[in-house]
């Protein structure tokens, strides 16, 4: 055997021996790392998937409570959309419990949806951009069945320049006013409207028609 042959064999042991050694040091750290990887993995998928299953099965239910509504079968859709509230998942309970007292109105139970409405803005586990639209929902079925002051507590702070529900707060509140004779502060609201550049289009527009009505009635002083 030369020299070179030599050499390469004992090569060849050292880097066999010092591979088996780092195999049996870390050999089973690494088979465990690679199992935990595999493990992680199936566990992430298989809540993605549940995940995903339970979504679209709630999904499905609000979709077909909402067909039972546009069909007049009101009281069929609070029945299914009471269900979902109690067993949906994700943000479905909460939608279930808002489009239940919107059905609510629509029966005529006034009472009953500002009811549900007012619990959706009270429950502080609920955002509070939802809270607030709760709020309003409320104010504006008050406008035809309750008092200026009912419609006041409901909206009155949806009204602050920085509130993006401002303006639809305003036109509800200056209904209100205008119902019961209070025009002067019906006015004052209408051309806060109609004087914001941020409102949409059709609200200032009705703002200045109901501005316009107000000043040509004499009774805005």
């Known amino acids: 055997m030369s020299d070179d042959s030599f050499i390469r064999e004992v090569n060849e042991e050292i880097r066999s021996d010092r591979a088996k050694a780092l195999w049996d040091r870390f050999g089973p750290i690494l088979i465990g790392a ?28 609000f979709s077909q409570a909402l067909k039972l509504a546009n069909d007049g079968k009101q009281d069929e859709a609070l029945t299914a959309l009471s269900q979902l509230e109690k067993d949906g998942y994700g943000a479905y309970p909460l939608l279930a419990r808002m489009r239940a007292a919107t059905v609510k109105a629509d029966k005529g139970d006034f009472d009953g949806a500002v009811k549900d409405f007012d619990d959706v803005a009270a429950d502080g586990a609920i955002p509070a951009p939802l809270r607030d639209m709760a709020r309003l929902r409320a104010g504006l079925l008050l406008v035809d069945h309750g008092s200026f ?14 509130n993006p529900l401002r303006h639809t707060a305003r036109e509800a509140l200056g209904l209100a006013a205008w119902k019961e004779g209070k025009s002067k502060d019906a006015l004052k609201l209408f051309e806060q409207i109609s004087a914001d550049e941020g409102a949409p289009g059709n609200s200032r527009q009705r703002a200045s028609m109901m501005a316009d009505l107000i000043r040509g009635s004499g009774n805005a002083s």
């Open 34 to 61: 690679a199992v935990l990887i595999v493990l992680g993995t199936a566990a992430f998928v298989g809540y993605r998937y549940w995940d995903t299953s339970r979504a679209n099965r709630s999904g499905d239910a």
């Open 149 to 162: 002051a009912d419609v006041s507590s409901r909206v009155e702070a949806l009204t602050a320049d920085t």
